[in-house]
C-alpha cells in the first residue's frame, strides 16, 4: 500500500514539473517574440514589397503608440517618413504608409525600443533614458524593394545610426520639427522625416508633453525677427544720420 501512495505522487510530481515547464517555455517564447520584434517571423508577400518612385512625393504621416502589458503608453511618434535609395548615383525614393505599418517593440525604464514593421522593411528607433533626459541612441532601418525589372534579382538596403544622441528632451518632454530631418544611415540609404514629434519615458496621460523646438524650426523663426530687427535698426540710424546732418547744415555761426 505504501509503494502504491509513493509511486502515485512521483506520477502526480512529474506531470505538475512537465506542465509548469511547458508554461514556462511557452512564456520564454512569448516574451521573446514581444521584445525582438523579429521581421522575419513571417515571409514577405512579393506582391506588396515596396515599390522605388523616381521623384519624391510628401511621405503620409501616422502616428504611432507602444504600450507596456499594463496598458501604459511607454513612446509616442508623429512622423512622415521617406527612405531614398542611392544605387549608381541615382537616387529612388519611397513612402512609408501608416496603414500598411504595424507596431512593435520593447519598454522598459531606462530603454525603449519603437519598431515599425511592414513589408519589405523596417524602421526601428532605441530611445535611452539617461537622467532627466532622453534620446535615440540608435537608429536602425532596412528596406528591400521590389525588383526594378522583370528577372531582376531583389536588393536590400540596410543603415544603422549608433551612438548618437538624436531628439534629445528633457523628461516628460517630446521632440518636435516641422523643418524636414535628413539621416544618413549608410551610402545607400538615407531618410527624410517630416514632420517629427516623437516623446518615450514619462507619458501619464499617453499624450505628448511639452514640446521642444529642433533647431531648424528654431532658426527659421528667429532669423525674420534678427533680420527684421537690424532693418529698423538701419533705418533709425539713417533717420539720425539724417536729422544730424539737416542740422549742421541749417547752423549759422554769429
Not at 505599418?101 to 520593447?106: A, D
Not at 523646438?213 to 533717420?239: F, H, M, N, Q
Amino acid at each position: 500500500m505504501l509503494l502504491f501512495i509513493v509511486s502515485t505522487l512521483l506520477f502526480l510530481g512529474s506531470t505538475v514539473v512537465s506542465e509548469a515547464s511547458m508554461v514556462v517555455e511557452h512564456a520564454m517564447t512569448e516574451a521573446s517574440l514581444d521584445h525582438s520584434g523579429d521581421q522575419e517571423s513571417s515571409p514577405l508577400n512579393a506582391s506588396k514589397l515596396p515599390i522605388l518612385q523616381p521623384k519624391e512625393t510628401p511621405p503620409p504621416v501616422g502616428t504611432y503608440i507602444l504600450k507596456t502589458p499594463q496598458g501604459q503608453v511607454c513612446v509616442r511618434a508623429s512622423l512622415g517618413v521617406e527612405f531614398t535609395v542611392i544605387e549608381n548615383k541615382k537616387k529612388s525614393y519611397f513612402n512609408l504608409d501608416p496603414k500598411s505599418t504595424s507596431v512593435t517593440g520593447y519598454c522598459a525604464d531606462q530603454r525603449v525600443i519603437l519598431s515599425l514593421i511592414f513589408d519589405g522593411g523596417h524602421l526601428e528607433f532605441t530611445f535611452i533614458k539617461d537622467g532627466s533626459v532622453s534620446y535615440v541612441s540608435k537608429l536602425r532601418a532596412n528596406l528591400k524593394p521590389a525588383p526594378s525589372c522583370k528577372g531582376c534579382k531583389s536588393k536590400e538596403y540596410p543603415g544603422i545610426m549608433d551612438h548618437e544622441k538624436l531628439f534629445e528632451a528633457s523628461s516628460g518632454q517630446s521632440f518636435k520639427c516641422k523643418s524636414d530631418t535628413y539621416l544618413i544611415l549608410a551610402d545607400s540609404l538615407r531618410l527624410k522625416i517630416i514632420p517629427l514629434q516623437i516623446q518615450a519615458f514619462d507619458l501619464p496621460s499617453g499624450a505628448f508633453g511639452k514640446e521642444v523646438e529642433c533647431w531648424s524650426d528654431y532658426t527659421k523663426r528667429i532669423i525674420p525677427i534678427v533680420l527684421g530687427a537690424v532693418a529698423v535698426g538701419v533705418l533709425l540710424i539713417a533717420v539720425l544720420v539724417y536729422v544730424l546732418t539737416r542740422d549742421r547744415q541749417g547752423y549759422e555761426p554769429l
